[in-house]
């Protein structure tokens, strides 16, 4: 008799990346993927830290919140750092941390920024309930009524409480209410998402392919398990399931427990206001997080927050976190193999 329970295993070929994209890759390879500071970009060696150790284990940082005097401490000592190009490694020679200051085009960022707004206009943000929101659910108090303040949830995941279940699309994504999925189809099938996430994807390539592989291949296997991903999603080269977007929204110290251990999120930053570094403790800087800069971290190992800031005009500012969950590749990969193409 048939074991119904044993999964159907689908096959997703996994393709090179285009050769007319592949040669901006391989440029950027051989530009930042160097040990040494050169008068491109600052390198920077953490001996005192290995992502291996801190992969082996990820319970460490199920540390206790800040109290606002310890917090003030911490972003005591950690130092601004300068703005250029700038990749941290770890001990072993593995990066955890790559910043590309004004890395996106004027043209490219006011074409996100009008989208941005009109998805607000459509559909406004909430702000979740969550510890790391606490401070800044207090200092919206302080924003004008109108002001908009909170987030979007593009992404897949299981129901929270339930990390084995089957995960599903976001809220945000479908089922909301039809205004919101509206606004959500309309925001990820414009012309300025797609050449945003493309854009990161070859950044992505360029920093860490191995990763990059093997995140392409799941996002292929996600667009094919999941309709409301293949219909919203039309970057080719896409090697994220989940996006979030925050607007005039700063975070306390955490780590995001649910990425995949040893990948990557990427956070882009768009609007017009003044402040709101983002401090990481453990390499002891911080990092001016402003219009069109990206920042490629590995969010589960590196603790990280933010802090409030002044609005200036419009609808203030939005950060694009990009990020992969690990619960939905767990899924993922027990039914779905990926067979890559040759490496270049």
């Given at each position: 008799?048939?074991?119904?329970?044993?999964?159907?295993?689908?096959?997703?070929?996994?393709?090179?990346?285009?050769?007319?994209?592949?040669?901006?890759?391989?440029?950027?390879?051989?530009?930042?993927?160097?040990?040494?500071?050169?008068?491109?970009?600052?390198?920077?060696?953490?001996?005192?830290?290995?992502?291996?150790?801190?992969?082996?284990?990820?319970?460490?940082?199920?540390?206790?919140?800040?109290?606002?005097?310890?917090?003030?401490?911490?972003?005591?000592?950690?130092?601004?750092?300068?703005?250029?190009?700038?990749?941290?490694?770890?001990?072993?020679?593995?990066?955890?941390?790559?910043?590309?200051?004004?890395?996106?085009?004027?043209?490219?960022?006011?074409?996100?920024?009008?989208?941005?707004?009109?998805?607000?206009?459509?559909?406004?943000?909430?702000?979740?309930?969550?510890?790391?929101?606490?401070?800044?659910?207090?200092?919206?108090?302080?924003?004008?009524?109108?002001?908009?303040?909170?987030?979007?949830?593009?992404?897949?995941?299981?129901?929270?409480?339930?990390?084995?279940?089957?995960?599903?699309?976001?809220?945000?994504?479908?089922?909301?209410?039809?205004?919101?999925?509206?606004?959500?189809?309309?925001?990820?099938?414009?012309?300025?998402?797609?050449?945003?996430?493309?854009q990161l994807s070859l950044a992505f390539a360029?920093?860490?392919?191995?990763?990059?592989?093997?995140?392409?291949?799941?996002?292929?296997?996600?667009?094919?398990?999941?309709?409301?991903?293949?219909?919203?999603?039309?970057?080719?080269?896409?090697?994220?399931?989940?996006?979030?977007?925050?607007?005039?929204?700063?975070?306390?110290?955490?780590?995001?427990?649910?990425?995949?251990?040893?990948?990557?999120?990427?956070?882009?930053?768009?609007?017009?206001?003044?402040?709101?570094?983002?401090?990481?403790?453990?390499?002891?800087?911080?990092?001016?997080?402003?219009?069109?800069?990206?920042?490629?971290?590995?969010?589960?190992?590196?603790?990280?927050?933010?802090?409030?800031?002044?609005?200036?005009?419009?609808?203030?500012?939005?950060?694009?976190?990009?990020?992969?969950?690990?619960?939905?590749?767990?899924?993922?990969?027990?039914?779905?193999?990926?067979?890559?193409?040759?490496?270049?």
């Amino acid at each position: 008799m048939e074991n119904d329970s044993i999964p159907v295993i689908k096959v997703i070929n996994v393709p090179n990346i285009p050769h007319h994209q592949w040669n901006t890759v391989r440029q950027r390879q051989r530009r930042w993927n160097v040990q040494q500071t050169t008068k491109h970009q600052t390198i920077f060696h953490c001996k005192n830290l290995s992502l291996q150790s801190m992969l082996r284990d990820l319970s460490w940082n199920t540390r206790k919140k800040w109290s606002q005097e310890e917090r003030e401490v911490v972003k005591e000592s950690c130092i601004l750092v300068e703005k250029r190009t700038t990749v941290w490694y770890d001990g072993d020679g593995n990066k955890l941390m790559q910043y590309l200051p004004e890395f996106l085009s004027e043209e490219l960022s006011q074409s996100m920024e009008s989208e941005l707004h009109r998805l607000i206009k459509v559909s406004p943000p909430t702000l979740p309930s969550g510890t790391r929101y606490k401070r800044c659910h207090e200092w919206r108090k302080s924003l004008p009524f109108d002001m908009p303040c909170g987030l979007y949830s593009y992404a897949i995941y299981p129901n929270q409480g339930h990390p084995n279940d089957c995960p599903h699309p976001s809220a945000d994504s479908a089922g909301k209410s039809v205004r919101s999925t509206n606004a959500a189809c309309i925001l990820r099938l414009s012309p300025a998402m797609i050449e945003l996430s493309t854009q990161l994807s070859l950044a992505f390539a360029a920093i860490d392919k191995p990763a990059w592989d093997m995140s392409r291949g799941m996002v292929m296997a996600a667009k094919e398990e999941y309709g409301v991903l293949a219909a919203m999603d039309r970057c080719e080269t896409q090697c994220f399931v989940g996006i979030f977007v925050l607007v005039n929204v700063f975070t306390d110290e955490h780590f995001d427990d649910n990425d995949v251990p040893d990948g990557w999120a990427v956070m882009a930053v768009f609007g017009k206001f003044r402040g709101a570094p983002l401090y990481l403790p453990q390499l002891e800087i911080k990092v001016s997080h402003q219009r069109r800069d990206v920042i490629f971290l590995r969010s589960r190992v590196l603790q990280h927050l933010s802090e409030e800031f002044e609005i200036l005009e419009n609808d203030g500012r939005y950060v694009l976190v990009f990020t992969n969950d690990a619960r939905t590749f767990k899924y993922l990969s027990k039914h779905y193999r990926l067979v890559f193409c040759s490496s270049k």
